[in-house]
């Protein structure tokens, strides 16, 4: 068990949304197709609004909930998969943009587990000593990857972000992280692919250009095998929820809410019998929002929070699984 109070959340949402009637007017699809492969209805798209700005919108109404200052914040992790630049990180953008000068900064990146990983992490910071508050930040431009003449995945993402601030809070505070369980399969890897830049320079023969590791010829846009992604997530999330559950010394019906990362419709739906949980147990807003990638799970925590549905004391569960293969849970008494 680890000391961790969740002071405040935020997020950010772009205007613009693209229903599946927009989408069946780019690409061979229709909404009865979509909704029943994936339960997603629309998603919000970036009107031009780069990932750093989304993230910094994120973390100023979770600073503002938390009741800190920004020079109060003594790290700072940004979790995405679709940054606006190599370096600087987004974290770093962060930290000048919102004026957080005593926080170190960087980024990480575990795909759509990143939230979950980045929660475990400022946990172990948070207990040793020296650092009081940390901001993890999640924010994601997944629209940047995607190919829009690809029907199986083009449907299935949106953008976003959201933020949580944490610290370990006084002697007496319950609040704690009980227990977590993260893993990689890295041999899933091919499974989902997004490639960054290639080696070219004027010094290297054409015939010494490697290919690439996965066969993968779409460039940046992402390919995934969804068969395989579906069996991996749905035994991903299960399993790493009933790691988490053993290692806190609690039942499944102890947890009022898990969060799972918001994929697909169907992937909730069956962890959901797979654990033997009560669907209200269950949180999804996949319907509206779509595949946020490792902004979705802190998405729906803030709601639940700002909706006055989490009291403190409560115990949830919030877990993912993501391109690499990585996937993970961590139990939170609130």
């Known amino acids: 068990m680890l000391k961790l109070k969740l002071l405040g959340t935020g997020t950010y949402l772009p205007e613009l949304i693209l229903t599946n009637e927009m989408l069946s007017q780019i690409v061979e699809t229709n909404d009865e197709w979509i909704t029943s ?3 997603i209805t629309e998603r919000r798209l970036s009107s031009g609004e780069p990932t750093w700005h989304m993230a910094v919108r994120a973390a100023e109404k979770a600073l503002a909930a938390s009741g800190l200052a920004a020079n109060d914040l003594d790290l700072i992790v940004a979790t995405s998969v679709t940054p606006d630049y190599f370096f600087p990180s987004v974290s770093s953008i962060v930290q000048d943009e919102i004026g957080a000068a005593n926080a170190f900064c960087f980024d990480l990146n ?3 587990t990143g939230f979950v990983y ?10 040793t000593g020296d650092i009081r508050n940390v901001l993890v930040v999640s924010a994601e431009n997944v629209s940047k990857l995607t190919d829009y003449t690809d029907r199986a995945t083009c449907v299935l993402f949106g953008d976003g972000a959201s933020a949580a601030v944490f610290s ?48 993968h010829d779409k460039g940046h846009n992402l390919t995934m095998e969804g068969n395989e992604v579906y069996k991996f997530a749905v035994n991903a999330m299960t399993e790493s929820i009933k790691a988490a559950t053993e290692k806190a010394g609690i039942k499944l019906a102890q947890i009022k809410y898990i969060i799972p990362h918001q994929a697909n419709s169907r992937i909730v739906d069956a962890s959901a019998r797979r654990l033997k949980v009560k669907s209200a147990q ?4 996949v319907s509206d929002f779509g595949n946020t990638s490792s902004a979705s799970i802190p998405i729906c925590l803030d709601e639940i929070i700002r909706d006055d549905r989490l009291k403190r004391g409560d115990l949830i569960a919030i877990c993912g699984f ?12 609130y």
Request: with cysteine; hydrophobic share 40%.
């Open 168 to 215: 370990a809070g006084s002697p007496d505070d319950e609040s704690c992280l009980l227990a977590s369980h993260l893993g990689t399969k890295g041999e899933g890897g091919k499974y989902l692919v997004s490639q960054a830049l290639k080696i070219n320079h004027p010094f290297i023969e054409n015939d010494q250009v490697w290919p690439d590791r996965f066969g």
């Open 110 to 112: 575990a795909a759509c």
């Open 118 to 127: 980045a929660v475990d992490l400022a946990a172990r910071y948070l207990n």
């Open 322 to 333: 993501g391109a690499g293969l990585t996937y993970g849970a961590a139990i939170l008494r």
């Open 282 to 285: 269950m949180i999804s807003r």
């Open 37 to 39: 492969r994936t339960g």
